[in-house]
């Protein structure tokens, strides 16, 4: 199991004596973290990709299908055991954001908006899973995180705006893009604490198999009778979907989140409009201009910043002279 199994998300402050660097170099949670992020970061052009030959509720729907039945085979292979009473209540927040919630209604925004636009949204999300992680996981981050954290929302924001209508140009999609955020930062908080306790490629797997029988509901409901006309194109980014983006990546962000502290990794994902942006240039043909490049700098900037930031340490209690 990770090493802050059971933490409050505190244990860094413990080590006063390790410096900023080597607790950054060295903080496997932020790696963990990272790899995750890079995989999720496909998931806005593949999307867009998939819906230009596939219906919306079904991209968002049955990938979660094929993504239980991996978990499924992979629960049963290792003979994992059960999740105990309270345990599948907290797995039931956990398929509502990141199973149900998030792929369905990014799929359905995506039909209609650019994968550049979406981005602009979806760099809130960061600052939205930190402030679950502070009040669920009762982590203290610094002044200075919230300085930075927020610094780095409003890049993102800005960064991704510039390409494409911006966000002053708000209608339905982008009602849709931020009650993504909302369900996914839900989903990130609680799963990242859950992780501690079930390990995190268990605890997304429970939630795929937890929420498998709804998407396979959806998943009929979508397909109305229709054969799928999609090309190969499509077909391949929605396995992407399915295996990475709904399964894989989640075995990385999961163990970075159980590790923690949360609200410090969460901030990794202020890097992942930078790199949509990106893959959205080289898949989907979107080419980057200056401002792109000084953007993407000052988010990760920011980001980096901000992972660097300590949990501010309590304060300690000094006894009076004389007793």
Do not use: N
């Not at 999720?40 to 219906?55: Q, V």
């Not at 369905?104 to 999300?125: D, E, K, N």
């Amino acid at each position: 199991m990770p090493s802050g199994r059971g933490s409050s998300g505190q244990g860094p402050s413990r080590h006063p004596g390790r410096s900023g660097d080597r607790g950054l170099l060295r903080h496997p949670g932020l790696w963990w973290g990272l790899l995750g992020v890079t995989a999720f970061s496909f998931t806005l052009p593949f999307t867009r990709i998939a819906a230009a030959g596939l219906p919306a509720l079904f991209i968002g729907s049955a990938r979660a299908v094929v993504a239980a039945v991996l978990a499924a085979c992979a629960l049963a292979l290792t003979r994992q055991r059960l999740p105990r009473g309270a345990q599948w209540l907290r797995l039931a927040v956990v398929a509502a954001g990141v199973v149900v919630g998030f792929p369905v209604l990014t799929s359905y925004a995506l039909t209609t908006v650019p994968a550049s636009h979406a981005a602009v949204v979806i760099g809130l999300l960061p600052a939205a899973t930190a402030v679950l992680a502070v009040f669920r996981g009762k982590e203290r981050p610094a002044r200075s995180f919230w300085v930075f954290s927020a610094l780095g929302a409003v890049c993102a924001v800005a960064f991704a705006s510039v390409q494409g209508d911006g966000i002053a140009t708000l209608h339905w999609a982008d009602a849709l893009l931020f009650a993504a955020v909302l369900a996914a930062a839900a989903g990130y908080a609680e799963g990242g604490l859950l992780a501690r306790e079930l390990g995190s490629w268990q605890t997304v797997s429970w939630a795929l198999v937890l929420a498998a029988p709804l998407m396979t509901v959806l998943t009929i409901v979508s397909l109305d009778g229709r054969v799928l006309q999609a090309g190969p194109e499509q077909w391949w980014a929605f396995a992407y979907l399915a295996v990475v983006s709904m399964f894989l990546g989640f075995f990385a962000w999961y163990r970075g989140l159980a590790i923690g502290p949360m609200a410090q990794v969460s901030q990794i994902q202020l890097t992942q409009p930078v790199m949509s942006i990106l893959w959205a240039a080289l898949l989907l043909g979107e080419r980057p201009g200056i401002p792109t490049l000084l953007g993407g700098v000052a988010v990760i900037l920011c980001a980096t910043l901000a992972v660097r930031t300590r949990l501010a340490p309590a304060t300690p209690v000094t006894p009076a002279k004389g007793h």
